[in-house]
């Protein structure tokens, strides 16, 4: 590799990556350097990505986040997917 590859490499890696979530691991279907938080907006580089819904396909910051978007979903007011008690 070369001085005049490292551009090019760097400029496919640039730039917010498009991710196809499953439930253990996550497929890179478009290179980036991050992914934004479906609840706050705020970047993820790939590299710290830890949390995740594989059914809304949705990134998050941190647990908090995620347990955030949770009870949006499945609590809140007119929630589609509440779960019934017992």
Same mark, same amino acid.
């Given at each position: 590799?070369?001085?005049?590859?490292?551009?090019?490499?760097? %400029?496919?890696?640039?730039? $917010?990556?498009?991710?196809?979530?499953?439930?253990?691991?996550?497929?890179? &279907?478009?290179?980036?350097?991050?992914?934004?938080?479906?609840? @706050? !907006?705020?970047?993820? @580089? &790939?590299?710290?990505? %830890?949390?995740?819904?594989?059914?809304?396909?949705?990134?998050?910051?941190?647990?908090?986040?995620? @347990? #955030?978007?949770?009870? $949006?979903?499945?609590? !809140?007011?007119?929630?589609?997917?509440? #779960?019934?008690?017992?």
């Amino acid at each position: 590799m070369t001085d005049t590859d490292l551009p090019s490499f760097d %400029r496919d890696f640039a730039g $917010e990556a498009t991710l196809e979530f499953g439930d253990a691991d996550f497929m890179i &279907l478009k290179p980036g350097a991050y992914v934004k938080c479906a609840v @706050t !907006g705020e970047k993820i @580089t &790939l590299n710290n990505l %830890r949390y995740w819904s594989a059914e809304l396909q949705e990134a998050y910051l941190d647990a908090n986040a995620a @347990t #955030q978007r949770w009870r $949006e979903v499945y609590q !809140g007011p007119g929630a589609a997917k509440q #779960q019934k008690p017992g």
